[in-house]
């Protein structure tokens, strides 16, 4: 049977993967944008129509709009683009690797250990009836409670699965500030930017705004939650190999050290 240790060293491996990719492409887009405002500002045209699609027909063929825009007024919607919405993606991104991360772990865990879920997880009797197996049985369970996870703060996540996993998530300094990322993605996509009086309880003492305001996403804080991000998946990697050894993960480690060893005795 595969060595869980490696399962979750690849988990952390791939998140941390996404997480890359995710910079590479708000940086990508970004200049994307940069390209395209100063392309409209080189044109001789005073006046630039945009194309864009306001519906779609059954033939599956876009229904197009039309919109003309002076130079200023497009360099406005590229500079929101580019400063605010991008960012905004970007959070949102962010903590969706993050937090599909955190349910892949426990759910591996649980499917090696299903002990670990307790003898107080219950699951309806007709699901336990068309399981075919004891091994389904333990899979619908662990479905059961990561859907029960799933509702939960990142705190109140925190204290659930402790035991589980066998370490303390409020131990890792960017557990905090992703607490806080993940309220600000949700003011976004629940409440359209604005603070609420659940972001300032969940965010404590990260909360950047006080309830009713506006909060801020710009590039600068993308880049500190990319980092956050960053940070937290490296503590987690050193953590689970604590306690679920990763022979891959050692395998690694030794082969950065050998690469690095050539260098440091050029460098005597």
């Given amino acids: 049977m595969e060595n869980v240790g490696n399962q979750l060293y690849r988990l952390v491996n791939e998140a941390q993967t996404a997480l890359f990719n995710q910079g590479e492409l708000a940086q990508l887009t970004y200049g994307a944008f940069d390209i395209a405002a100063r392309s409209m500002q080189e044109s001789n045209q005073d006046e630039i129509e945009v194309t864009f699609p306001i519906g779609y027909r059954a033939d599956k ?16 919607r590229y500079q929101y683009l580019a400063f605010h919405q991008l960012s905004v993606n970007g959070v949102v991104q ?23 879920l307790g003898s107080k997880r219950n699951i309806p009797m007709k699901e336990v009836l ?62 359209r930017g604005v603070a609420n009086d659940v972001y300032v309880r ?26 956050t991000c960053i940070q937290f998946t490296e503590w987690l990697e050193t953590k689970l190999h604590e306690n679920w050894h990763s022979s891959e993960l050692e395998d690694y480690k030794k082969r950065q050290l050998e690469m690095s060893l050539p260098e440091k005795q050029g460098d005597a």
């Fill in 202 to 227: 969940k965010s404590g003492a990260h909360a950047r705004v006080k309830s009713g305001m506006q909060l801020p996403v710009e590039i600068q804080y993308f880049l500190e939650s990319y980092e």
């Fill in 61 to 76: 063929t876009a229904i197009e709009g039309k919109r003309k825009y002076n130079k200023e007024q497009l360099l406005g």
């Fill in 130 to 191: 068309e399981s075919s197996s004891i091994e389904e049985i333990h899979l619908r369970a662990c479905d059961s409670f990561l859907n029960d996870l799933s509702y939960k703060s990142p705190a109140d996540f925190a204290e659930a699965v402790q035991g589980l996993l066998s370490l303390n998530l409020f131990e890792c300094p960017a557990f905090h500030k992703y607490i806080e990322a993940k309220a600000t993605r949700d003011v976004y996509i629940h409440n």
């Fill in 94 to 116: 962010l903590i969706t690797i993050v937090e599909a991360m955190l349910g892949d772990i426990v759910r591996a865990i649980v499917t090696k250990y299903p002990q670990k």
